[in-house]
């Protein structure tokens, strides 16, 4: 179930909102059944957006970062759906070896790190930190901003184990999005390593991901009988385009146009007034990087130099050659005069928590995953977040339920996706 949670949105419920929760025995029976047939991903968060008039996810990391932006209060709830996670796939487990991102630079990541360390003590694991860097030859301990440490050891690899020293770990726990590819200590294991290998994004691409959330959003609405428009961003890709060298732009503006004219039928259809626009991003990657707001084709072609420069690069240097042309959802949701987007976080199939990341710089039409962000822990609904006889009978129901039942769709479409890996 999920976790009564405040959101940034007042007022009366939403159509939507009210849909779902009226149906909700339907829906939490036929998540169940889905989860009796597909193995959810390990972890994952959804970025979320809501227009009021729409719901829906518009990017899903198997290889989630931010668990030190969570309410303190979710912990309990975080254990407990490590220790169902954990049993799953390894019933005898007591040691996991968790693989962060090689930023050491990134304090703030590493707080995350520290703080699924945390989770996983708890959950009862005996964890070590290995870290891929060369730089770390022996352990490493590192000073947080917030007094807390993090010890990094240098990863072996021990036949076809990993190991750091003195530690043989049941379970290698990925917190590495593998945007450069598989390291080579990586191949041939006979450890269980979670998400698995091509989850990474040298192999994962969005499309592929939200062609699986198209299955799932149209499954969905048929039980709920609502258009899946509503919970589901149309999208298209474009392959093989060089932004430096100008090549595919007319593939890419061809495609924009398309999925533009498609939001302008359902924004007539639902009388809504806003422009459409879409985000344009590199199909692989993460980090917010590679991103732009289009709202008419012909901006594709008139690109300068340094918005291609831009959009040709994503992280560990790759090149863009394949994007995704998405449908963008406007978000209304402001906290503290300040656009912000709700990121909903899971562990095994539990919603575990979320947070509102915030920008003070971008508009209700811009990618908010950007420098300048911040983030706005989401708290429980101070009344009834629990049984509560202080409560008043007609007590506002909790519309954050909404934004789970969204989230765990995106999840559920992760979990196809990697059922059917990309050839």
């Not at 050491?104 to 694991?125: C, D, E, S, W």
């Not at 192999?203 to 062609?211: C, Y």
């Not at 901006?299 to 790759?318: C, F, W």
Request: glycine share 6%; proline share 7%; charged share 20%.
């Amino acid at each position: 179930m999920v976790p009564h949670l405040t959101t940034a949105l007042t007022g009366p419920l939403l159509d939507l909102e009210r849909k779902f929760l009226d149906a909700q025995p339907t829906i939490e029976h036929w998540l169940r059944t889905q989860w009796l047939e597909h193995t959810p991903p390990f972890y994952a968060s959804v970025d979320l957006r809501n227009s009021g008039f729409k719901l829906a996810p518009v990017d899903t990391n198997l290889f989630p970062g931010g668990f030190n932006n969570l309410n303190p209060d979710f912990l309990p709830l975080c254990v407990l759906a490590m220790q169902s996670a954990i049993e799953k796939i390894c019933p005898e487990a007591r040691g996991v070896l968790l693989v962060p991102e090689n930023h050491t630079r990134n304090l703030f990541y590493l707080q995350n790190v520290a703080q699924i360390v945390t989770i996983l003590k708890q959950a009862g694991m005996r964890v070590r930190v290995g870290s891929l860097l060369p730089e770390i030859a022996q352990p490493t301990e590192i000073a947080l901003p917030n007094g807390g440490t993090l010890t990094l050891e240098p990863l072996k690899r021990n036949g076809n184990r990993l190991s750091v020293e003195g530690f043989d770990a049941c379970v290698v726990l990925l917190n590495n999005d593998l945007s450069a590819g598989v390291p080579e200590i990586f191949q041939n294991l006979e450890q269980a390593v979670f998400p698995p290998l091509a989850a990474g994004w040298y192999a994962r691409r969005k499309s592929n991901h939200f062609a699986a959330y198209d299955r799932v959003a149209n499954d969905f609405a048929q039980l709920l009988g609502i258009d899946p428009w509503l919970v589901n961003p149309y999208f298209a890709t474009c392959n093989q385009i060089n932004f430096q060298e100008r090549v595919g732009e007319e593939c890419l503006a061809a495609q924009v146009d398309g999925v533009l004219q498609k939001m302008r039928a359902k924004y007539a259809e639902y009388g809504v007034k806003n422009d459409p626009f879409v985000i344009v991003k590199a199909d692989a990657g993460t980090y917010g990087m590679g991103i732009m707001t289009v709202k008419d084709a012909s901006e594709i072609t008139g690109l300068n130099r340094k918005q291609r420069n831009k959009m040709a690069v994503v992280k560990e240097g790759l090149q863009v050659h394949d994007v995704l042309i998405q449908e963008g959802v406007y978000t209304f949701e402001n906290i503290n005069d300040a656009v912000a987007e709700p990121v909903i976080y899971m562990i095994d199939h539990y919603v575990v928590g979320g947070f509102y990341r915030v920008h003070t710089g971008r508009g209700v039409d811009e990618n908010l995953n950007a420098p300048g962000m911040s983030f706005e822990p989401l708290a429980f609904e101070t009344c009834c977040a629990f049984p509560n006889p202080d409560c008043a009978p007609d007590a506002p129901p909790n519309r954050f339920y909404a934004y789970g039942v969204v989230a765990r769709l995106a999840l559920l479409a992760a979990s196809l996706e990697l059922e059917e890996p990309a050839e």
